[in-house]
């Protein structure tokens, strides 16, 4: 859905030219209904997949959902949304083991939104996109558990009752609990071909519980001060984590207020906003080189250095060291 979303948006480096390509998709959609072509298109392609599965209901699952929530909204509106959430501590932890996303900040110095945000968009995607759920997406998922069509599920509480709370998801979904088999990984033989997940998984036939506190151990203290810096105590607290909080503070990690939070939050806005411009200025590149200094050339993606040689590489905002 994510890429359905983005339809007619394509990299810069499109040989058919990136401008034309959104110019004649948008022209050519604005004409008709474009929510129902796009609708027509996802139950085309859900309905294909579940056909050769010989299944009848598909869970499209993806962290990333939380930058088109309005758009899933507008093409399935009643279809049930089923709201994982996890320890914020825990989440960075899986980062951190299973991507080698660095948490660690620098040292306090003087700098300004404008210059963070230039940082932000020097860092590798795959890193700055992970950093952006947590700081960006978590609101908006906590705010999501509001819809009338949600079904919120604490991962804390899938790991330690699993059959119950599965049960109860399938109920919600409208179907027979009784009809279904016991929770397990054995059968998943998808997995081992996929390019997603946490190949962790694969290890396990059944549910681990010591995911759930493994965060106590993995992240240091300067590490659970960076994500309550990025997450915020009031959402730590709203979001059902009061207990979790409580030991990282009692680790030494201190509550530096709403302000920090909210620089923070600034911080990846702008990252978002200057993201896209970069890519609209792509898009006008492409559309003509010439005006751009004549003969175009061949950009390498940015590669994420080996795991353990990235830390540091944002540093800490306070309200009193950031100016706009």
Known sequence: MLALEAFGRVDHRHPAGTSLIETATSEFLGRIDRAAVSRAFADAA???????????????????????LDYLDL???????????????AIAASLKSTWGVPLQAKSSRSVSLSSLADLMLRLP??????????VLGLPKLAAHRDRRQTM??????????PEEEIQRLIAGLGCDPKDTAATSTARADYLHSSSFGDRKILERRTVDEKSVDAWQVQLSVEEMQTITDLIGVELMI??????E????????????????????????????????????????????????????????????????TMRSIYPEPTSTKIRS
């Open 46 to 68: 859900y309905g294909a997949y579940l056909s050769s599965a010989g299944k009848r209901i598909i869970v499209d699952k993806t962290p990333r959902y939380w930058m088109v």
């Open 75 to 89: 093409l399935y509106p009643e279809a049930p949304h089923i709201l994982l959430m996890r320890n914020p501590y």
């Open 125 to 134: 995607d795959v890193i700055a996109s992970s950093l952006a759920d947590l």
């Open 152 to 161: 919120v599920v604490q991962y804390e509480r899938l790991a330690a009752c």
């Open 238 to 243: 709203q979001l059902g984590y009061e207990a």
């Open 245 to 308: 909080l409580r030991h990282a503070q009692q680790a030494g990690v201190v509550d530096k207020g709403r302000e920090v939070t909210e620089l923070y939050r600034q911080i990846f806005r702008m990252w978002w906003d200057l993201r896209l411009s970069k890519e609209r200025a792509w898009s006008s590149i492409s559309a003509n080189p010439l005006a751009f200094g004549g003969q175009s050339r061949t950009h390498a993606p940015h590669q994420m250095r080996p795991q353990g």
